[in-house]
């Protein structure tokens, strides 16, 4: 297996952030080697036909909710050695905001999301409060020659009511990596002008421990 890059220091840092602002970005998380192979698996996935124009959230499953979100998406399985690899780095940080967050966070999920030309997601929650389901969001980007110019800048706000100008911009560059409280943050990604490739990951708390009993359970 690819052995996963983790600069101990730099992801503490950003878990540092996640409690302080509710919100972190480090550049250069994932190293190249790992962005191509993931790159690699998207491809694959995109060829494959298994992309479906995603749908907001898993309630609106049939939904095409085309005014607030234009991507297709895949989940992640871990079938290839780049996966593998990357669900082990996801693994290491949800033991690692366990420890210093006591968050309990249970299991971890990502999609493979690919923004054609024209791709766009409206300001929004990953969760909404109460329902005890996702609550620390990742980004990881697989956009080796991004520029200016691609736009798909990912806006961050504080708080759900500030509504001013984005407290971050970030640029979707291969191998920046964004934690974000799903419950609290708002945040949205700008017009793409050119296609554009991310990993989104939720770490989730066992939904039978929250508000709602879990009906799987
Ligand atoms: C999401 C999301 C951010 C991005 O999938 O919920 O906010 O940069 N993605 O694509
Ligand atoms: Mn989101």
């Known amino acids: ?13 950003l878990i540092g952030d996640l409690a302080d602002r509710g919100f972190g970005v480090l550049t250069d998380a994932i190293a190249a080697p790992l962005v191509d192979r993931l790159v690699a698996d998207c491809i694959a996935r995109e060829d494959s036909g298994e992309m479906a124009r995603a ?18 998406a895949a989940w992640l399985d871990g079938r290839s050695d780049g996966e593998a690899a990357f669900l082990a780095l996801a693994e290491q940080i949800r033991s690692a905001i366990n420890r210093r967050l006591y968050l309990g966070l249970f299991e971890f999920e990502a999609q493979f999301l690919t923004y054609p030309p024209g791709g766009f997601y409206a300001r929004h929650l990953d969760s909404l409060r109460g329902t005890r389901n996702r609550i ?55 017009s793409a002008n050119a296609q554009r490739r991310v990993i989104a990951g939720w ?11 879990d009906p799987a359970r």
Do not use: C
């Open 1 to 13: 297996m690819l052995a996963p890059p983790f600069d101990r220091e730099a992801i503490d840092q």
């Open 55 to 72: 749908a907001i959230g898993r309630e609106e499953a049939h939904t095409l909710e085309t005014r607030i979100r234009r991507v297709d």
């Open 136 to 190: 620390v969001s990742m980004v990881v980007y697989l956009n080796s020659d991004w520029e200016p110019a691609h736009g798909g800048e990912l806006d961050i706000w504080s708080e759900k009511d500030d509504f001013g100008p984005p407290m971050a911009t970030v640029a979707p560059r291969a191998g920046t990596m964004v934690l974000m409280l799903s419950e609290e943050i708002p945040h949205a990604v700008r």
């Open 203 to 213: 770490f989730r708390v066992n939904a039978s421990t929250g508000q709602r009993a």
